[in-house]
Nanobody, 116 residues
Framework: QVQLVESGGGLVQPGDSLRLSCAAS????????MHWYRQGPGKKRELVGV????????IYLDPVKGRFTISRDNAKNTAYLQMSSMKPEDTYVYYC?????????WGKGIQDTVSS
């Protein structure tokens, strides 16, 4: 059974850091590029960033460049989203996504709230 399970979300204050994890199972994790998306109420889901299968390359949405870092550990079948200098406008539900040329899988999402 394919699963992507996000964890690590919660409530933080502006300027704080938070790390999300995405634990994968049921498929060959190292064969999939990993993406992080986010979505607010009534808004379209947007791509935060992506990391290649080996972790050698990453791409980020402009508003998070320099603040967010995506990484992965293929030995642990886990991807990470490290978020720093968080802002209230980073308040979203965050989703991880695994994708290759054949398949695509989604996690259920996790809420991150940035508020003082």
């Amino acid at each position: 059974q394919v699963q992507l399970v996000e964890s690590g979300g919660g409530l933080v204050q502006p300027g704080d850091s938070l790390r999300l994890s995405c634990a994968a199972s049921g498929f060959t994790f190292r064969d999939y590029a990993m993406h992080w998306y986010r979505q607010g109420p009534g808004k379209k889901r947007e791509l935060v960033g992506v990391i290649t299968t080996t972790g050698s390359s990453t791409i980020y949405l402009d508003p998070v460049k320099g603040r967010f870092t995506i990484s992965r550990d293929n030995a642990k079948n886990t991807a990470y989203l490290q978020m720093s200098s968080m802002k209230p406008e980073d308040t979203y539900v965050y989703y991880c996504n695994a994708r290759n040329s054949v398949n695509e899988y989604w996690g259920k999402g996790i809420q991150d709230t940035v508020s003082s």
